[in-house]
């Protein structure tokens, strides 16, 4: 009887170990599957030491960038296709970023590991860095909206009541700037960081 019991229990625990090594190779193979999808991707990551305007080769009009916004949630495939990506950078976050020159404008489109658009914004750039200079923690956002009324302020569109409280902003010298804000719309944190040129 306790010989049998002895097989049982053996039995028993090579199933749950078969089980959880099959988990586990799934896990693997799906992780696998999401970097191969990126690692096939024809485009080179663009090089730290060169702005944007020295990577791009076409500046596109109003209209064009207008067009480009439109892929959000399109494949960097289907992107790269219809608009050929020349800026190309890897976030310190672990998703991509894309970047569009215009004249006055820029399209900054964010793709996560599996190459899907999850985010599409035009800025247009009529602030240096400086000008938000004269922001500080604590300022309310109808000052930052003042101050740069074309920013991107996702959290105030209609329906859009669950995203983040931040607001995104581009800068004629080649910012990218960050706020956040408390539930009262008050400043809590200011990132900058040379999005455009030397992480876009």
């Known amino acids: 009887m306790k010989k049998i019991k002895c097989i049982i229990i053996f039995l028993f625990s090579s199933i749950l170990l078969c089980a959880c090594a099959g988990a586990e190779l799934g896990n693997m193979e799906e992780t696998t599957d999401s970097a191969k999808e990126m690692s096939e991707i024809d485009v080179g990551i663009s090089s730290d030491e060169k702005t944007l305007d020295q990577l791009v080769t076409k500046i596109y009009s109003d209209e064009e960038l207008d067009e480009i916004v439109k892929f959000r949630m399109s494949s960097f495939e289907e992107v790269h296709e219809a608009y050929p990506i020349e800026c190309f950078r890897m976030s310190g976050f672990g998703y991509y970023?894309?970047?569009?020159?215009?004249?006055k404008s820029v399209v900054i489109m964010k793709f996560d590991k599996t190459g899907l658009c999850y985010a599409s914004n035009k800025y247009d750039l009529k602030n240096t860095k400086d000008a938000f200079n004269n922001l500080k923690i604590g300022d309310t956002l109808g000052a930052v909206r003042e101050l740069d009324p074309y920013g991107d302020y996702p959290f105030l569109r209609p329906g859009n009541e669950g995203a983040?409280?931040?607001?995104?902003?581009?800068t004629t010298d080649g910012h990218y700037i960050t706020i956040q804000y408390g539930y009262s719309h008050n400043m809590q944190s200011y990132i900058v960081e040379w999005i455009t040129f030397e992480y876009i």
């Open 97 to 103: 970023k894309v970047a569009y020159a215009g004249e």
């Open 164 to 170: 983040s409280l931040e607001s995104t902003h581009c």
